[in-house]
């Protein structure tokens, strides 16, 4: 079992920056490659980021690369999401996800775990 728990969140301006973090709690962090999907109002889920494991490969949704950076602290237990150049349409609910599966994230945009998400706004 993984826990999972995001902050950091908040109301920003067109080309701010805000940093999200996700604690982790249970079972060895690293185990788990971990990512950061994100739900505008009505609409659907949609992936940002993904890392591996051992945080040496990381991958972008073409929206936000170039803005975005994901990374880990696997002793600290916590993913991060340094996000710069912010705009009006990155305004959403964003969650973290883990699973074991890599895969999984990527391609099925699936996981076992994940948090219970953190409104970001960006607005003027």
């Known amino acids: 079992q993984v826990q999972l728990a995001e902050s950091g969140g908040g109301r920003v301006q067109p080309g701010g920056s805000l940093k999200l973090s996700c604690a982790g709690a249970?079972?060895?962090?690293?185990?788990?490659?971990m990512g950061w999907f994100r739900r505008a109002p009505g609409q659907d889920r949609e992936f940002v980021a993904a890392?591996?494991?051992?945080?040496?490969?990381?991958y972008y949704d073409n929206s936000v690369r170039g803005r975005f950076t994901i990374s880990r602290d696997n002793f600290k237990k916590t993913l991060f999401l340094q996000m710069t150049t912010l705009k009006p349409e990155d305004t959403a609910v964003y969650y973290c996800?883990?699973?074991?599966?890599?895969?999984?994230?990527?391609?099925?945009?699936?996981?076992?775990?994940w948090g219970q998400g953190t409104q970001v706004t960006v607005s003027s």
């Open positions: 996800a883990a699973d074991r599966s890599l895969d999984s994230i990527l391609t099925n945009f699936r996981a076992n775990y």
């Open positions: 249970g079972r060895p962090f690293s185990n788990y490659a």
């Open positions: 890392i591996t494991g051992d945080g040496d490969n990381t």
